[in-house]
């Protein structure tokens, strides 16, 4: 198979492919690479019989996150490795989401860690052919170090195959200095992990308008130019939100809404929010690219309270009656002078706490950030462009907002 192979790799991925290492850390900014270098380096591991008796397990924080990143990479991995020959040489199965190598019987299977079933289940895991040997966590700044432990616990033991070696690799971006992988795997310094850091610039592949994007952020958001270009470790400076908690909670509220920001290209975010003692608890999310209205509404249906008000953008008034008809109680909010603002003090002035599994509303949370002027300074606009899921925040409270130029239309 392999004098057939005609796939590509960025140079700086060289030595992280070929590193035993048990921890493999690539951080890195985004469009570095590192997904694509991540799926073809495992598809092709797992093709050589060299490593039989391999199995690899890939974990998101949300199961269902998996389809459209790491399933999704690892199919174009073996469709670019193997041509034509790809369906002769893996047997993909899209509804359950596993993957077997027929030359090899290496597996691929894919978990997540949204609730107490699927932990278990992880804890449980068993292959026909070998053991878990590899798992591959994309998005680790996603996963508590609680889940990345139940994932440790599982390599161990000895081999039948004497090539094979435990691996667990995360890929991430570093977003905030006070992440636990940072203080894991860069503050202390161990023999069994490997690190690794690349941006944009490493990745040969990258557009020009992608280069163009990340000069225009250079120049009006410093601080996320370095972790989402350079993929340095955040800084707290210039964050517009900090008073949030990641946790789990009851949810016994005083009263319930929900906030949508609609969009297509944009992502679509709908957030469910309860209130309590004054703060804020954010329990879920649907966050979706390239939806139209009725698909949304039928992943929001039984999910979501209908009872609950929906505050809603109010630019699209034919998205908000098809949410109504379709029996969510939804409404616009309207977008005043200095509502935005007003929406953020309010924000700033309560606890927010967020379930774990509202990982987008948590990305761009960590990336919030305001907008710096030509010198730096940063200025009171915010730096907009990733927000989706935070605009859906801000008018799930905006009725809690007496002046600031809020007005309410039914
Ligand atoms: N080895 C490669 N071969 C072909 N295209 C690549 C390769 N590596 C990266 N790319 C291109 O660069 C884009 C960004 O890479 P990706 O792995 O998604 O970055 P990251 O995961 O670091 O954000 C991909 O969508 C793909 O188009
Ligand atoms: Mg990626």
Redesign the pocket.
């Known amino acids: 198979m392999s004098e057939n192979v005609k ?4 140079e700086c991925f060289r030595e992280a492919n070929l590193c035993t290492k048990r921890y493999r850390v690539l951080m ?13 380096d495992f598809i092709l591991k797992l093709m050589d019989l060299k490593y039989k008796g391999a199995n690899l397990l890939v974990a998101r924080k949300v199961e269902q996150s998996n389809r459209n990143s790491t399933f999704a ?1 690892l199919c174009t991995a073996i469709s ?1 490795i193997c041509g034509e020959k790809a369906s002769s040489v893996w047997e993909i199965k899209e509804g359950l989401m596993q993957m077997r190598c027929r030359i090899t019987g290496c597996r691929i299977i894919f978990c997540g860690f949204n609730d107490s079933r699927q932990k278990e289940k992880i804890k449980s895991l068993n292959f026909p052919h070998g053991k878990l040997t590899w798992i591959w966590v994309e998005e680790a700044t996603e996963i508590t170090e609680s889940d990345f432990d139940i994932l440790d616990d599982r390599l161990r033991g000895k081999f039948e195959n004497p090539e094979l070696f435990y691996q667990i690799t995360l ?1 991430f ?1 570093p977003i905030s200095g006070r992440h636990w992988l940072k203080k894991r795997f860069f503050d202390t310094v161990c023999d069994d992990v490997y690190t690794h850091r ?1 941006t ?1 610039l490493d ?4 557009d020009s308008g992608y280069h163009n994007r990340m000069i225009n952020r250079k120049l009006f958001d410093p601080d996320g130019y370095r972790v989402y270009a350079l993929g340095e470790w955040g800084m707290q400076e210039g964050l517009i939100l900090t008073n949030y908690e990641v946790c789990e909670f009851e949810r016994d509220f005083d009263s319930i809404v929900l906030g949508q920001d609609f969009g297509f290209n944009h992502a679509n975010a709908l957030l469910a929010v309860g209130f309590r003692d004054g703060n804020i608890y954010v329990f879920d999310e649907l966050y979706e690219y390239g939806k139209d209205t009725a698909e949304l509404i039928s992943l929001a249906e039984g999910r979501f309270d209908k009872k609950a008000v929906m505050y809603c953008d109010s630019a699209e008034p034919d998205r908000i009656k098809t949410w109504r008809r379709a029996g969510f109680n939804a409404v616009p909010v309207k977008k005043g002078a200095g509502s935005i603002l007003a929406q953020i003090d309010y924000l700033k002035s309560r606890k927010i706490f967020i379930r774990h599994v509202c990982i987008n509303l948590i990305r761009e949370l960590q990336a919030w950030r305001w907008h710096a002027d030509s010198s730096g300074a940063l200025t009171d606009t915010p730096f907009d462009g990733f927000d989706d899921a935070i605009a859906a925040l801000r008018y799930a409270v905006a009725h809690k907002i007496t002046d600031g130029g809020i007005e309410f239309l039914r």
Request: avoid cysteine; glycine fraction near 14%.
């Open positions: 796939v590509q790799f960025n890195g900014g985004a469009g570095s690479g590192k997904s694509v270098n991540v799926a073809q990479e670019r890929t971006n690349s944009y990745n040969a592949f990258i």
